[in-house]
């Protein structure tokens, strides 16, 4: 893998996850099925004869992109590609704000392909658009991302940024993931980490970021100790978009009750920050599907270890997160400890919640690592969890399903990230509650169900007190019910009656 990895990242195009990993959209069965069929490849060969909608990777790539700081965006795309950044920005410039950062709103252009470019090719206005950027803005950072028209058509991209490096004083970073290539936007991470690698340093730089050691200082010595002994005990966290900044203090929070130095990549960083990614001794992921392509990377080059064990999220799955990083340091106790202490806490905290919500049947739906975790999480509270949606499946997720099939093995699983087969299942299974992704509650409250956010990035879901805020949020969601009764009463769907009687996934062949 090793070879491997370092190879695919000379490539001037990242892999998509289609290629690099056993992926699948449309699945229908449970937890155990599930991971047998991803390991032996009938996941692949399964689709859909009617598909409502799907996902273009450009979009999680533009979520990390804007969240650099001192960067401008440049679009290599007709207008429509762009639309996103909209929100976008605004969403960015949020959370930069709350993580005590300068809250701009980050510039974007575009290259705004017409026809006449499309049959011409468009490397001179991607040329003319990189300059124009770096003279206007003055950024550290450029990230051009290469959308499905250029790269249809054969615009080489990659050697108009070659030759723009030469004289813009930005980093010129592109970023490609054109929609058409991949089924599952997860490829997104693996684009915009591919495009972070090649076109930004990312260890700190003699004389800019420290001090080389003189081996004539009588002091040399014990300062390189100090150093090497402080760079051991560094662990650099991996986060995603849908991690808020209450989640990262959370987890900085427990990391750091254990005498660990804690800092996050690489949202939500600059390009100085960025430097400092092979200084550590540790990388730690929050998520199985988010970084491996990265942390495989920094393993390869660097020899920084990596630890990839699921998320935060619930009593159980916190503890063995803690546990299996504090391993690495010998502190297995220390961590069972700060674990046994915290959940005595927290169960005192959430006792008035949990009589609340014991019983209710749950349908969760949203990215295939939170919903494991968070199923299992709620189930173990005393939830009947009745199905399990996820967006896709791809094998890093194996070992949350794993989890799942040995403590849900009856539970319904699908891999849908199509909204029909979702209304479907909650008009059918008559949930009480939907734990969901964002931007499908609005779906939900027009069903008249109570719901609420897998994630969110203005509260905490992580460890202690994610957990806490996510009981009080259903605890509040089942007392508040006016709000999408009414909407309800008044909403027409846009499904005939019959469409409900056949089987949710109906649309899936193999
Ligand atoms: S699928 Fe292609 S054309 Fe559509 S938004 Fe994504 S990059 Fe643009």
Redesign the pocket.
């Known amino acids: 893998m090793g070879v491997r990895i370092l190879s695919i990242y000379k490539s001037d195009v990242p892999p998509v996850r289609d290629t690099r990993l056993h992926i699948g959209d449309s699945y229908d069965g449970n937890a155990c099925d599930l991971v047998n069929c991803g390991r032996d490849g009938c996941l692949i060969q399964k689709g859909r004869s009617f598909w409502q909608a799907g996902a273009?990777q450009?979009s999680l790539t533009l979520m990390m992109a804007t969240t650099l700081e001192k960067a401008v965006i440049v679009m290599h795309?007709p207008g429509?590609?762009g639309a996103l950044l909209f929100s976008l920005s605004v969403q960015a410039s949020k959370g930069k704000g709350r993580r005590g950062k300068v809250p701009t709103a980050v510039p974007w252009l575009s290259t705004n392909l017409t026809e006449a470019d499309v049959i011409g090719g468009g490397e001179r206005k991607l040329r003319e658009t990189i300059e124009y950027a770096d003279r206007e803005f003055r950024p550290e950072i450029i990230f051009v991302v290469v959308?499905?028209?250029p790269s249809i058509i054969g615009d080489d991209s990659e050697e108009v940024v070659r030759q723009v490096r030469q004289h813009v004083s930005a980093d010129v970073v592109s970023l490609h993931c054109?929609?058409?290539r991949s089924r599952v936007v997860a490829s997104a991470y693996d684009a915009f980490y591919h495009g972070l690698l090649r076109g930004l340093k990312i260890e700190p730089q003699p004389w800019i970021d420290y001090r080389p050691f003189s081996e004539s200082d009588p002091k040399a010595e014990l300062a390189k100790k100090k150093y090497l002994y402080e760079k051991s005990h560094t662990v650099n966290l991996w986060n995603a978009t849908s991690m808020g900044p209450d989640d990262e203090e959370e987890v900085i929070r427990l990391l750091t009750a254990l005498g660990l130095k804690v800092r996050f990549f690489a949202e939500y960083t600059s390009q100085e920050e960025l430097r400092q990614i092979a200084d550590a001794g540790l990388n730690v992921s929050l998520c199985n599907v988010h970084d491996d392509y990265i942390l495989t990377y920094l393993k390869e080059q660097y020899g920084t270890p990596y630890i990839i064990a699921g998320m935060p999220i619930g009593f159980r799955h916190t503890r063995a997160w803690l546990v299996e990083i504090a391993k690495h340091f010998g502190l297995e106790k220390q961590a069972n400890d700060l674990a046994d202490y915290e959940e005595a806490l927290a169960k005192e905290a959430i006792e008035p919640f949990i009589e609340q919500i014991k019983g209710k049947r749950v349908l969760i739906g949203g990215g295939v690592v939170r919903v494991g975790a968070e199923a299992t999480a709620l189930s173990e509270l005393g939830l009947k969890i009745i199905g399990i949606r996820s967006f896709h499946y791809d094998n890093n997720a194996e070992p949350i399903f794993e989890d799942v099939a040995a403590n849900l093995p009856d539970t319904p699983v699908s891999i849908s990230n199509q909204s029909f087969e979702m209304i479907h299942q909650i008009k059918t299974l008559k949930p009480d509650l939907v734990v969901s992704h964002n931007g499908t509650q609005g779906y939900i409250a027009k069903l008249g169900v109570p719901s609420v956010q897998l994630f969110n990035v203005d509260g905490a879901f992580f460890a202690y007190k994610g957990l806490y805020q996510i009981l009080r949020r259903i605890v509040f969601e089942f007392k508040n019910t006016s709000y999408r009764d009414r909407l309800s009463q008044h909403i027409k769907l846009p499904y005939k009656q019959s469409y409900f009687d056949g089987n949710a996934f109906k649309y899936i062949k193999d």
């Open positions: 273009c450009m795309a429509g590609c959308t499905c028209a054109p929609g058409f």
